[in-house]
């Protein structure tokens, strides 16, 4: 768990999602905007955060609200302009803040040019696409060619009444799926690549790369995954065998890391590759070999509330002890897929959950708004946006529904939140925004959540928090605590403790590893802050509150 080669700057920043839809909107649109974004730098800087990556904003018919990709060397008029991409990059880098871009390489819309001519099977698009005759049912009506399913419900084959075939799709109508056993598709998304590395670019999220390839052999159904309680058309009804995690990306990825290579040879500054994968480590890691970073999703994912400490505790061990040589994790509690903090675990859980992320070994990604604490929306099945949560109509919507995670940003108590001049902002502002905002936040003279945070993004730049080794001390169903710590070195000692669980416990934290009986608290949730700020504190009987979690300089 430790390691002592220098690192590199993706190893010792915070990654800080902006979903630029919700996170400033510059015209007036009642969208947030690329101009909007550079508006912000200055904000990163406060929060000690050192790289930025965006959800995509190029362009885009946003049926999937930019994931469904029309041209991916240009920006949609609503996020603005290349030149507004440039100029955000350049004010970044100013500030020392690195950028990275959303690369969704499994598809494009079907707005694309190289689809739209696809369907006309003009040469040498005719190919770019996964395309199959189906089969015939006794009528002689064309049927899908097998029970593959779209990860948003339902058959993953559409029909196309123009080229009187099926189009493979793992994500909606929308979004047809590249085939990526056409060279000719490998080297258009290369040159994606280099596109937005010559814009500047210092690293790119994949997104939904697990799914890139299919099996070839498209008559072959997939077996059920017999989970219980998954209806026949969901996606998880199937065992993905044919259509995720098959070896053939490895090689697509080691593509994509030596142009990444090139670049870094040019000008020295290392390239980053994050991948979206929510695979099991035996997969994970066969993407570090192949020259990229996997988010570790296991927080978003498998850690479902109540929380305890033993669940935590194991979720970062299992990243730990599955780690290949020389890997390194980067640790995520949200995203624009899944549900915020504080609505998932509970609001009294965020700053806790914060302190988690930001004292962990490996990078924290940390999603728009969660270092606010900010709660999820209310929106009706008439307000919702997200075609997911649309897909399963007025009854189940909600439980599909992206929506309520990706309200505006909340920057101060003008009208929506100053996140946009338009009445209507695309969706609601969350009421709570006239207390809870950056401004207010910011000004407080009682610690907030976003003090906290800045002042946690701090704190881990010291080598201990990002070179040293984790040690677990005491853990049970409410406490998770460790020590970080740099063997050999004088350098300080902290000791993390954390109440995730259900009921208040004190507990005798002076043994092994920690082997002291006393400390200073440096940093702790606005639950205590106020009452030990700096306070030395005694460690064989502290006792901590569920949410309540501290930062503590051994003795
Ligand atoms: C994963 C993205 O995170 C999600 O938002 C999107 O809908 C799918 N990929 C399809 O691109």
Redesign the pocket.
């Known amino acids: 768990m430790s390691g002592d080669a220098a690192l590199e700057w993706w190893q010792t920043t915070i990654i800080y999602q902006i979903y630029p839809r919700s996170f400033s909107d510059s015209n007036g649109d009642g969208i947030g905007d690329l101009k909007g974004v550079t508006s912000k730098l200055d904000y990163f800087t406060y929060l000690n955060i050192g790289a930025i990556w965006l ?1 995509p904003f190029f362009k885009s018919p946003m049926k ?2 930019g ?2 990709v029309s041209d991916f060397k240009d920006v949609d008029p609503i996020f603005g302009t290349l030149k507004d991409f440039e100029q955000l990059v350049q004010e970044a880098h100013k500030r020392g803040i690195k950028v990275i871009v959303d690369f ?1 390489p ?2 494009t819309s079907n707005q694309h040019d190289w689809f739209q001519r696809s369907c006309r099977r003009e040469k040498p698009y005719d190919d770019y696409y996964i395309w199959c005759d189906g089969k015939r049912d006794k009528d002689g009506k064309p049927q899908p060619p097998n029970n593959w399913l779209s ?2 419900g339902r058959t993953a084959w559409r029909w196309h009444e123009g080229r009187q075939q099926f189009y493979y799709t ?3 109508a929308e ?1 047809p799926d590249l085939n990526y056993r056409n060279p000719l598709v490998v080297k258009e998304m290369n040159d994606v690549v280099r596109f937005w590395m010559e814009r500047g670019v210092d690293g790119m999220r994949v ?2 790369l697990d799914y890139l390839f299919e099996d070839p052999d498209v008559f072959q159904d997939e077996p059920r995954s017999n989970l219980p309680g998954v209806e026949s058309f969901e996606f998880e009804y199937n065992d993905h065998i044919h259509t995720m995690e098959k070896p053939e990306i490895l090689d697509i990825v080691r593509g994509w890391r030596q142009i990444f290579d090139e670049f870094q040879k040019k000008d020295r500054e290392p390239r980053f590759m994050v991948i ?1 994968t929510y695979a099991k480590p035996k997969w994970r890691n066969q993407y570090y070999k192949a020259g990229a970073n996997p988010f570790n999703l296991d927080m978003c994912l498998t850690l479902q509330p109540p929380l305890s400490g033993t669940k935590v505790r194991d979720s970062v061990d299992q990243e730990y002890t599955n780690l290949p040589d020389n890997g390194w994790p980067t640790f995520v509690l949200g ?3 899944r549900k915020r903090l504080s609505s998932k675990f509970g609001a009294e859980y965020v700053d806790a959950l914060n302190v988690l992320l930001l004292t962990l070994r490996g990078t924290p990604c940390t999603y728009y708004g969660e270092e606010l604490g900010m709660q999820e929306i209310e929106v009706t099945f008439e307000q919702t946006k997200d075609p ?1 949560g649309k897909n399963y109509g007025p009854k189940r919507f909600k439980e599909f529904s ?1 929506d309520p995670w990706r309200a505006p940003m909340q920057w101060d108590d003008t009208k929506n939140a100053g996140f946009s001049s338009n009445p209507l902002p695309w969706l609601p502002v969350h009421p709570d925004y006239v207390t809870r905002n950056v401004k207010v936040q910011q000004k407080s003279p009682k610690q907030t959540s976003l003090q906290l945070y800045a002042a946690l993004a701090k704190l881990r730049q010291e080598p201990v928090f990002q070179k040293g080794e984790v040690l677990f001390s005491v853990t049970n169903d409410n406490v998770f605590s460790y020590v970080r710590q740099i063997p050999g070195s004088d350098a300080s000692r902290y000791l993390i403790v954390l109440n995730l669980g259900q009921m208040s416990t004190k507990e005798d934290y002076s043994g092994s590893p920690v082997n002291s009986a006393r400390g200073v608290v440096v940093q702790a949730t606005c639950s205590v802050i106020d009452r030990i700020r700096n306070k030395e504190v005694g460690l064989k009987d502290l006792e901590l509150a569920p949410g309540d979690g501290m930062v503590i300089r051994l003795m």
Do not use: C, I, K
Request: glycine share 0%; no cysteine; net charge negative.
């Open positions: 959800s999937d609200f994931y469904d969704v499994n598809h990860q948003f793992a994500f909606l979004q997104d939904a979206e995203n624009h897929d997911w992206r």
